[in-house]
């Protein structure tokens, strides 16, 4: 099958271009920003806390030690040994009211006498842990032990007995001290607090930060793709700014010198188009006048076939009909240039439409061979022009008839939808083999042949192109398909009333 149809490059260009979702872009980069800034503050909280705790616990435990230390070594020498159980108690007591606040609790142990500082108290902090650490070791040994909802720091020592030519020797005596750590407890609350604070206020920094580094970044991304529809519209000269020298700058001045090697590009073609179309009619227009005195010649020698010897009628009927085939061509590529250069013009009529498709089909002796179901005279009514109307049936028939099979039918009727425009609906279905998936696309196309191997046809290629353009100019549209029983079925669907058309020419 042969045809031409004319694409839109733009609507090519747009269904291509996939606008990015610059919301989500946004999103992301907000995430991300946050993210950082929350591993950021949070590791960085981490860090602090935990050098800030392990100080403020270090410097309590240190003076602790330091001051138990002390009392020990000012109250020890004033035992007598071995001591008994009253002087053991007088020497916890001593011993705890070292600390000003009052808060410390002494237990004191000698041999099998244990002795604490306030009466009858368990001493529930100490754990065997630490009482074997002091039995092994004479260091000073401490530990934090957890006892219910508070933190205690236990802290355990031998007392030295006295000065010999031994050495410092143990007395036997040992002391152990519990302090609630309240204060530290409540300078690490403090310091959690601290934290937290400064975490949301990084948080808040960062979104803030975030949304600007959006800003920035999406600017551009916006001309960009503000730039890339303008492209796809047809608008080949739309360029970016260019600031700065960045990924995003680079990106930018790349789009330019794409745009600008398109724009070059669809010129020339453009051009080598416009002079194919020029070349195209100019040489129909100067084959007219040679083709009119062949013709003429033709038509003479035809009358006097019958009288010359059988070659030569062969040959001069042969002549005859290939000049009639150029004639048509000639024509076609007239016609087809007048469209190229918008200067096709419409001659708009009120008609009778069923009418005009009977006479297209008398006209061409097809009243025969095609199945017409049209409606009754005056049934149907509109405004178009009518020897284009009879171009577009006249070419949809005879292709039906060339390439499909019979039986050929001619439909007409009314496009009847609430709220919509009144359309005219013209079908031409034939029975043959349909046309191939492959081909499909490509009917409308000028010169375009389905068989690769078929150099020649009987038409001039150009057939179904110009009744893609009359139905163009009508405001209409016409469609190829193929029918689920068999066979092809071409659609025009014509405005009945286009009150911008008028008779000085196109839309």
Same mark, same amino acid.
């Given at each position: ?20 979702? !610059? ?55 004033? !035992? ?219 038509? @003479? ?89 009879? @171009? ?46 492959? @081909? ?68």
């Amino acid at each position: 099958m042969t045809g031409s149809a004319r694409r839109s490059s733009g609507g090519s260009l747009r269904a291509r271009v996939r606008v990015p979702q !610059l919301r989500g872009l946004r999103v992301r980069l907000v995430v991300a920003f946050t993210l950082v800034a929350v591993l950021t503050a949070a590791s960085t909280g981490a860090l602090t806390f935990r050098e800030a705790r392990t100080g403020v616990l270090q410097q309590s435990q240190d003076a602790v030690i330091k001051l138990l230390r002390a009392q020990v070594g000012k109250l020890a020498p004033e !035992l007598d040994f071995p001591p008994g159980e009253s002087e053991l108690r007088r020497f916890a007591v001593d011993v705890a009211g070292g600390e000003p606040s009052g808060i410390w609790r002494v237990l004191v142990d000698y041999g099998d006498l244990s002795v604490t500082s306030a009466p009858d108290d368990p001493f529930e902090e100490l754990t065997p842990a630490l009482r074997s650490a002091v039995d092994t070791s004479p260091a000073t040994v401490f530990q934090r032990v957890n006892s219910g909802d508070h933190t205690a720091l236990v802290v355990g020592m031998s007392v030295a007995y006295a000065p010999s030519e031994a050495g410092t020797v143990t007395s036997g005596i040992q002391v152990f001290l519990a302090v609630p750590q309240t204060n530290e407890r409540a300078y690490v609350d403090a310091l959690v607090a601290a934290v937290e604070r400064a975490t949301v206020a990084a948080l808040a920094l960062a979104v803030l930060l975030a949304l600007l580094a959006a800003r920035g970044v999406l600017r551009p991304v916006r001309a960009l793709r503000r730039a890339t529809r303008s492209i796809a519209e047809g608008r080949l000269d739309t360029r970016l700014a260019v600031d700065g020298s960045d990924e995003l700058a680079d990106l930018s001045h790349t789009f330019n010198e794409t745009a600008a090697a398109l724009e070059e590009s669809v010129a020339e073609l453009r051009g080598m188009e416009a002079r194919a179309r020029r070349f195209a009619a100019d040489v129909s227009h100067e084959l007219r006048t040679p083709l009119a005195a062949m013709s003429a010649v033709t038509d @003479v020698l035809d009358e006097d076939a019958d009288r010359l010897d059988a070659d030569t009628a062969t040959a001069v009927r042969l002549i005859s009909e290939e000049t009639v085939k150029l004639a048509r061509l000639v024509d076609d590529l007239m016609e087809i240039s007048r469209f190229d250069a918008g200067a096709a013009v419409l001659h708009l009529d009120e008609i009778d439409l069923a009418e005009s498709l009977r006479r297209t089909l008398a006209a061409r002796a097809w009243t025969d061979l095609v199945e017409a179901d049209l409606p009754p005279p005056d049934a149907l009514r509109g405004r178009v022009d009518p020897r284009r109307l009879d @171009v577009v049936v006249a070419n949809l028939v005879g292709n039906a008839l060339r390439h499909g099979a019979r039986p050929v039918r001619l439909r007409l009727y009314e496009d009847e939808k609430p709220g919509a425009e009144r359309l005219a609906v013209i079908e031409v279905l034939d029975s043959g083999p349909g046309i191939p998936d492959s @081909v499909l696309p490509h009917v409308f196309e000028r010169f375009y042949k389905s068989d690769a191997a078929r150099t020649r046809t009987e038409g001039s290629g150009l057939g179904l192109a110009i009744t893609t353009e009359n139905v163009r100019v009508h405001g209409g549209t016409v469609r190829a398909a193929n029918r689920p029983e068999g066979g092809a079925v071409f659609t025009v669907r014509l405005p009945l009333r286009r009150d911008e058309l008028s008779d000085e020419g196109r839309p």
